[in-house]
Structures are given as C-alpha cells and as structure tokens.
C-alpha cells in the first residue's frame, strides 16, 4: 500500500549556476528514500548534457521525461506522489499543471530562474509564489568579486528566447550595479 501524502507545492528559484537542479535532485532523493513514487521532469529541449537524463553543471544525472508541456505528464499522474519538474520557467502550463497536480495530492517540486539576464521576472514563476507552501531563494557566487549573486550575465547578446540553451553563460554577478548587458 502507497503512503498517503498530503499535495504541496514547493519553489526553488535562483539565478543560473545557484544549484536550483542541484536541490531539487536532492528533494527527489529524499522522497524515493520514504518509498515515494517520483518523476522528474526537463525541458524537452535542454539537451546540454543529455536528452533523457536531468543534469547539473557538477555532472550529476537522474533519469527524466522530456517534455515540452507539462500536459504531457497529465496521463502518468496518477502513478507517482512526487512530481519534480526543472527549467519551470519555459513550461507555458506551469501554473494551471502544479496548481491541479498539488490539489490532486502530488508533492510538486519546481527548479525555476525566476528572472532573465535582463531582470525580467518569468511570470509564471511569479505567480506560483503566492501559492507555494515553500519558496527557496538560492544564489550564485559572482565570478568577479565573490560575493552572492542574485542575476545571471549573458555573454552574448540574445538573439530569440528559445536560444538560450545555445549560448555561454560567462557568470553571475552581485552588485546592483552590474547593469543588464
């Protein structure tokens, strides 16, 4: 018999290179140690490292879905306790998927930036917030004066949104004062 869980919403944001995929790996790992049923979820085209396995910048790999929208995973909903899903911020049902899903009982967890490199908040992140039982804010180190970072600094200018997989994130930077490329 499945342990009964209660749904919640949990919401780690950060900037690039602030352990977002990191934490929400380690999440999965407690709950598949409580014997909880849980699917992880990457972006359909985040193919940096892998296109089946989620992975983080230190090189650590979980079996995922790859989906483009999050109503792709609706069908298997019903066989896990825990839904992780990473890069939440590309997902256009995001919103409307972890609300239902945490209404229906799921444990979601949800690895998101919540700003782009121009300061930009994701709306749909922004929206979860509110709704969410748990938000952690993480930071990056800056590679310029080491202090915490709260942005992520582009390297080359954006060309379409839907390119960011492509290119090469020099750093994370600290100060106010580091004005959006």
């Excluded at 919401?11 to 290179?17: K, R, S, T, V």
């Excluded at 983080?56 to 989906?67: G, I, L, R, Y």
């Excluded at 782009?116 to 509110?130: D, G, M």
Aim: glycine fraction near 4%; charged fraction near 25%.
């Amino acid at each position: 018999m499945r342990m009964k869980i209660e749904g919640c919403l949990q919401l780690i944001i950060g900037p690039m290179f602030s352990g977002k995929s990191t934490e929400l790996i380690r999440r999965i790992h407690r709950y598949q140690h409580a014997k909880l049923e849980c699917l992880v979820v990457k972006y359909l085209f985040d193919t940096r490292h892998s296109e089946e396995m989620l992975s983080t910048h230190d090189k650590v790999f979980v079996e995922a879905m790859p989906v483009q929208t999050l109503a792709e995973v609706r069908p298997f909903l019903d066989q896990f306790d825990v839904i992780g899903i990473d890069e939440g911020q590309f997902y256009p049902d995001l919103v409307d998927f972890c609300q239902d899903a945490a209404n229906r009982g799921k444990v979601v967890v949800v690895a998101a930036l919540d700003a782009t490199f121009e300061r930009k908040a994701f709306e749909s992140v922004v929206e979860l917030t509110p709704t969410a039982e748990q938000v952690i804010k993480l930071n990056a180190i800056c590679s310029s004066c080491g202090h915490d970072a709260v942005w992520a600094r582009c390297s080359q200018q954006l060309l379409h949104a839907a390119l960011w997989l492509t290119r090469r994130w020099s750093s994370s930077v600290a100060s106010r004062s580091s004005a959006p490329p």
